[in-house]
């Protein structure tokens, strides 16, 4: 259930979220509700940094790897003597 809370903020902070909400196609409520959500949650929760996210994608790989099979030979390189 939803609540209603009044804040007093700064204008230019405000007028500032209100425009990157906007960007992000999201309301400055739902902005809020996301970062308080993140600032409560259990730290054992892992969040991707910037750096990670703008290294996603980057490397392009075949759709014709299989993955399970590749990971095993990793596994059995690494592991057996």
Same mark, same amino acid.
């Given at each position: 259930m939803d609540t209603k809370l009044t804040l007093k903020l700064d204008h230019l902070i405000i007028e500032q979220a209100k425009s990157y909400a906007k960007e992000k196609n #999201?309301? @400055?409520? $739902?902005?809020?509700?996301?970062?308080?959500?993140?600032?409560?949650?259990?730290?054992?929760?892992? /969040?991707? #940094?910037? @750096?990670? $996210?703008?290294?996603s994608g980057i490397i392009h790989q075949s759709n014709k790897?299989?993955?399970?099979? /590749?990971?095993?030979?990793h596994l059995l390189k690494k592991y057996a003597k």
């Open positions: #999201t309301s @400055l409520s $739902k902005l809020i509700e996301s970062y308080l959500g993140k600032l409560i949650a259990p730290n054992d929760v892992a /969040e991707v #940094t910037p @750096l990670v $996210k703008s290294l790897t299989d993955y399970k099979k /590749e990971y095993k030979k």
